[in-house]
């Protein structure tokens, strides 16, 4: 296995869960971060998402990547490139083959917080680019963004459409930190889903097939498993709808039944009522302006936005001041 550089052990993790079920699930209305989706078998479903004919985001941003790496590699001159929640770094080789033609990039550096996921990344882009130094931080990019390695001439991607995970206060902070560990000409390239037809955002969330609803029971799933839970989780629907007045897509599961469900790791018994819903994921949509105004009020410029021709999704490159 690489060599990892770990802030974030599997016995954090575990607090970690079990601090975000006991307030998500006692809390009214019920909610879960989204990060608890990603277990092994989580993580296999959303990449089977990302091939639905539905689910636009992934094609998209990786046909904006293609078009527009050469270039964002030629303004930043990056030589150290860090990903934020790198995954299997796929689309992140159309950024390193682009920064390793103009002959600047020296360092990657993926960040996830899967020591198991971001090891098999390491190992195969090591194969891949042997001249390269490749450094995997297994970390948290709620909490250890100060810990980022390099200085000075850095690219940072957060790709993927994950901001929108974020509500706007946490997004304001997950922003003014990351503004605060880099230093002035520093660039962050910022993937973001833009608001568009409700008819076309909300099946890349409730796709025909239902891998999408798959997806989401698989945080149940996660519980069971992880704190002992007794979630039946074949009672709870796949709920996904367009909120008009925030403009972000709300993932939910929809108990079909009243029933009690225990958590002995955390200790609590949680009870559901009948269509009682506990949100799991949003996906904020943005408009140009909006984003613009969140990263200058960070400390952001805006210096470069591309977009696909429908005005889907969009590529920002902004640079610290």
């Known amino acids: 296995m690489p060599e990892l550089d770990i802030h974030l ?20 209305p019920k909610w879960l971060p989204p990060k608890w989706f990603y277990d092994a078998r989580g993580s296999d479903l959303f ?3 990302t091939r639905l004919p539905e689910y636009y985001p992934t094609k998209l941003e990786r046909d904006l ?6 270039r964002i590699a030629a303004i930043t001159g990056a030589r150290t490139l860090v990903e934020l929640g790198s995954g299997s770094s796929e689309k992140t080789r159309l950024l390193l083959d682009a920064l390793h033609r103009r002959g600047d990039l020296a360092t990657f550096v993926p960040l996830d917080v899967s020591a198991a996921a971001l090891a098999d990344a390491v190992a195969l882009l090591s194969a891949d680019y042997p001249q390269l130094r490749i450094e995997g931080v297994v970390a948290d990019f709620h909490q250890h963004l100060k810990l980022l390695p390099g200085s000075g001439d850095r690219l940072v991607a957060f790709l993927g459409g994950t901001i929108g995970n974020l509500a706007p206060a946490e997004r304001a902070r997950f922003l003014a930190e990351l503004r605060a560990t880099l230093e002035p000409g520093e660039w962050l390239l910022l993937g973001a889903g833009l608001v568009t037809d409700p008819q076309v955002m909300v099946p890349a969330y409730d796709d025909a097939a239902g891998v ?10 996660v519980l069971n498993r992880e704190l002992d839970a007794d979630f039946d989780v074949e009672a709870f629907e796949h709920v996904a709808v367009w909120d008009p007045e925030r403009e972000w897509i709300e993932m939910r ?7 009690s469900v225990t958590l002995p790791a955390i200790g609590v018994t949680i009870e559901f009522a009948t269509g009682e819903e506990l949100r799991t994921e949003i996906s904020a949509k943005f408009r140009r302006d909006l984003l613009a105004e969140e990263l200058a009020a960070a ?3 805006l210096r470069h936005w591309w977009t696909d021709p429908a005005g889907r999704f ?4 902004a640079e610290t001041g």
């Open 47 to 49: 990449e089977e998402i």
């Open 253 to 259: 599961l929809r108990a079909a039944r009243a029933m």
């Open 9 to 28: 052990d599997e016995t954090d993790r575990s607090a970690q869960l079990r601090a975000d079920a006991y307030a998500g699930l006692l809390a009214a």
């Open 314 to 317: 969009s590529l920002s490159l």
């Open 299 to 301: 400390g952001f410029n």
């Open 65 to 70: 990547l293609a078009a527009q790496a050469d």
């Open 212 to 221: 999408t609803a798959e997806f989401n029971r698989n945080v149940l799933r």
